[in-house]
């Protein structure tokens, strides 16, 4: 970077756990690069409950809303009770509506080689809307327990016009639309006729569109994932399915990803903040490197 570049604001969440030191690997790799962030530093998670009493502190949506971009490190949620995911919070704060999920091989010679994929995952409908309660039966207060899905026809299109357009400017040539409209015929019927019919205005730019159900998707992802260019789903498919390709190429530590919204967007390594290895010098940083690495791509 010479001097006369523009600087880009951006802001940085180091995270929980193992988060500040992945995020410092990070930093000194983007900045060898010449990568032109000014980065403001803020916390969230475990950290800002600690710093701020809040898991995500006004100061820190303050910032994103500012700069529009971030690269955020890992952040603890708490298994059952306890405060609410502030990733998904962060998600519907700010309409982070694509998941995007590259599966690339970086070693040569494993039991997956070769492999290229693009997951599109839809970030805020389905059944990960949080509309869940209870229903008590004699003395058990949970005797029953339901949750419902939402999905809308303006947000299927909206992902499934995402995914197209991603594969047009990537060179990508096929889409996959991933549902399981056999069984879930409105939740994920809609999903699915939606995406038939954005894929129709993509025939004339030479981009196919097949389907899958979503069963049989994960048996033919282990089986040949190449025959698979760019898959795209509704919010649980994608989050089982992005962690099934992470796997064709070496775990979570090899698992970057965006989230991406009409006005910000939001980079991050998928995996947990590891707190048992903290402070040890022996995380791998390679997903939230690989993370940067899109972060830099998004803004050209």
């Known amino acids: 970077m010479n001097a006369t570049t523009k600087k880009i604001p ?34 969230a998670g475990v950290a800002g409950l600690k710093k701020h009493g809040d898991p995500l502190p006004p100061a820190t949506l303050e910032s994103i809303r500012r700069t529009r971009l971030a690269l955020k490190g890992p952040l603890a949620t708490p298994v059952g009770g306890g405060f609410r995911s502030s990733n998904v919070r962060l998600r519907e704060e700010f309409a982070l509506y694509a998941n995007l999920r590259p599966a690339r091989t970086l070693i040569p010679g494993g039991r997956y080689d070769k492999i290229d994929l693009i997951l599109v995952r839809e970030n805020l409908e389905g059944l990960y809307v949080g509309f869940e309660h209870y229903i008590p039966i004699g003395d058990d ?93 509704t919010n649980l498919f994608g989050d089982i399915l992005s962690d099934l390709n992470a796997g064709l190429v070496g775990g979570l530590g ?47």
């Not at 756990?17 to 790799?29: F, K, N």
């Not at 919204?261 to 940083?285: C, L, Q, R, T």
């Not at 390679?286 to 998004?298: K, N, Q, R």
């Open 10 to 43: 951006a802001t940085l969440i180091p995270g929980d756990g193992i988060g500040p030191e992945v995020s410092a690997a990070t930093l000194e790799v983007l900045a060898a690069l010449g990568a032109p962030f000014e980065w403001e530093t803020v916390e």
């Open 141 to 233: 207060p949970h005797a029953v327990a339901i949750a419902s899905g939402v999905n809308t026809r303006a947000g299927g299109r909206r992902i499934c016009e995402f995914t197209f357009d991603y594969a047009a400017k990537h060179g990508r040539k096929n889409v996959t639309l991933v549902h399981k409209a056999n069984v879930l015929k409105a939740l994920t019927g809609l999903f699915l006729e939606t995406g038939r019919e954005v894929a129709k205005r993509y025939e004339s730019q030479g981009i196919t569109c097949d389907e899958r159900i979503i069963d049989a998707c994960a048996m033919q992802l282990v089986m040949n994932p190449w025959q698979f260019d760019v898959i795209v789903t």
């Open 254 to 300: 090899m698992a970057p990803a965006g989230n991406i919204g009409a006005d910000a967007a939001i980079f991050e390594a998928v995996h947990g903040s590891a707190p048992d290895i903290a402070g040890k010098g022996i995380a791998n940083p390679i997903a939230h490197i690989l993370s940067g690495a899109m972060m830099l791509d998004h803004v050209g």
